[in-house]
């Protein structure tokens, strides 16, 4: 579980951009109860520092969670690089994700194989990437597909290099609306053209 989120914070392209804190959770059972451990970090995120704290919770029913931000672009009267709120969440196989959970407009959830002595556990790592608007094109505005491209790119490029340094079992793409998203993308995308 641990060295699953290892590489997924050292490959995560943290904001360099912005002021806010992120803040590091360990939560134990289910969403419902309390953080066991909440700790702020000033940019930039400390990652040794949180797997030094993620270490004495390698429990199964434990959930490591990072909301932390990455930069992409936003259109505020103009185009602009902002950070943007993401969370980076990894699951042990104990872990109740059905109960009182957060609701993330769009999610990623990649899954791993247990290890060959615990062959039935599984860990999953989540990642909330916030609204659809940050990854469908609007075409009120200017430049979007062309923009909006560059945020998919990010976002692509983050799953890829992920399948790339992590043994996936399943990989899955949602948003909140219940909807497709690939459709929903490729539909956006049909309506530009």
């Given at each position: 579980?641990?060295?699953?989120?290892?590489?997924?914070?050292?490959?995560?392209?943290?904001?360099r951009?912005?002021?806010?804190?992120?803040?590091?959770?360990?939560?134990?059972?289910?969403?419902?109860?309390?953080?066991?451990?909440?700790?702020?970090?000033?940019?930039?995120?400390?990652?040794?520092?949180?797997?030094?704290?993620?270490?004495?919770?390698?429990?199964?029913?434990?959930?490591?969670?990072?909301?932390?931000?990455?930069?992409?672009?936003?259109?505020?009267?103009?185009?602009?690089?902002?950070?943007?709120?993401?969370?980076?969440?990894?699951?042990?196989?104990e872990?109740?994700?059905?109960?009182?959970?957060?609701?993330?407009?769009q999610?990623?959830?990649?899954?791993?194989?247990?290890?060959?002595?615990n062959?039935?556990?599984?860990?999953?790592?989540?990642?909330?990437?916030?609204?659809?608007?940050?990854?469908?094109?609007?075409?009120?505005?200017?430049?979007?597909?062309?923009?909006?491209?560059?945020?998919?790119k990010?976002?692509?490029?983050?799953?890829?290099?992920l399948?790339?340094?992590?043994?996936?079992?399943?990989?899955?793409?949602?948003?909140?609306?219940?909807?497709?998203?690939?459709?929903?993308?490729?539909?956006?995308?049909l309506?530009?053209?």
């Open positions: 579980m641990l060295r699953h989120y290892e590489k997924l914070l050292r490959l995560f392209p943290f904001s951009l912005t002021t806010q804190p992120s803040t590091f959770k360990v939560i134990a059972v289910d969403y419902s109860e309390p953080a066991v451990l909440e700790i702020p970090y000033p940019p930039p995120v400390p990652v040794d520092d949180i797997l030094a704290a993620a270490k004495d919770f390698q429990n199964p029913d434990s959930c490591y969670r990072l909301e932390t931000w990455w930069d992409l672009w936003h259109f505020t009267g103009e185009w602009k690089l902002e950070p943007t709120r993401v969370a980076l969440s990894c699951f042990g196989p872990f109740d994700q059905g109960t009182a959970g957060f609701h993330p407009a999610s990623a959830v990649t899954e791993f194989p247990g290890s060959p002595e062959s039935g556990a599984n860990c999953a790592l989540e990642i909330e990437f916030g609204i659809d608007a940050n990854f469908l094109p609007q075409p009120e505005l200017p430049d979007s597909p062309r923009v909006i491209q560059s945020n998919i990010s976002l692509l490029k983050l799953v890829h290099d399948d790339d340094a992590l043994p996936v079992e399943t990989r899955m793409l949602w948003s909140e609306s219940g909807e497709n998203f690939s459709e929903k993308l490729h539909q956006a995308l309506a530009v053209e």
